[in-house]
């Protein structure tokens, strides 16, 4: 089992807070839920939609936030987001087995040491992970980095220039072992929808012992 003592939330530790209209909460050493998507993945209009409902809810429930709180903004406005993505808009490239290896690769490039993968799993427009950051690295540079090599190896393959991946991400931090475990089941029920060669699906071995 993995020694996670210092790997969730701390409110009694400060919050670095980076990023725009998305803030991405961060400290060292934690473990976040992640989703990142296809520049394409959801039309404009409906992206507009739910920006709205978004900044409606967030006027009217100001951080901080109690975990009850927190806990209805990701079923009402996140689950939103996630829901529009499995309904599988655009061009869905990661459908393709020898697209999905270029992010596989680059989940695997590091870990185990500037972070550690718990589980991931790579829909055809879209993925997610559960990670924990090695102390001393920060989130932006890691998704950064991933989202650069991959959209250069991916967009050779694919015989294109452009974005690829949309600009921001989606992060949550993990606050126990409770929200640990619904968000590795998460990631394991996502693609139960799709066939067999359309995802990828990893898991670390205590995950999969913990949902067994």
Not at 102 to 126: L, T
Request: glycine share 6%; with cysteine.
């Amino acid at each position: 089992m993995e020694d996670f003592d210092n790997a969730f939330f701390n409110e009694f530790i400060e919050i670095r807070k980076t990023g725009g209209k998305l803030p991405h909460w961060q400290q060292p050493g934690a473990t976040y839920f992640l989703t990142w998507r296809l520049a394409d993945s959801i039309p404009e209009e409906l992206m507009i939609k739910w920006r709205a409902e978004r900044d409606a809810w967030l006027a009217e429930h100001p951080k901080p936030w109690e975990p009850e709180v927190e806990t209805e903004y990701h079923r009402t406005i996140t689950m939103g987001i996630e829901r529009l993505l499995d309904n599988g808009h655009g061009s869905c490239v990661l459908k393709r087995t020898e697209v999905r290896s270029v992010v596989e690769d680059s989940f695997q490039h590091a870990d185990g040491s500037r972070y550690d993968m718990h589980a991931w799993v790579i829909m055809p427009n879209h993925a997610h992970v559960l990670f924990s950051m090695a102390v001393g690295e920060s989130l932006e540079k890691v998704v950064g980095g991933w989202k650069k090599y991959t959209a250069r190896r991916i967009n050779v393959i694919l015989g294109q220039e452009g974005r690829l991946w949309q600009k921001d991400y989606f992060d949550t931090m993990i606050r126990d072992w409770k929200h640990m475990i619904r968000a590795a089941r998460y990631v394991r029920r996502n693609p139960e929808k799709l066939r067999e060669g359309e995802f990828t699906l990893y898991e670390a071995d205590w995950v999969k012992l913990m949902l067994a």
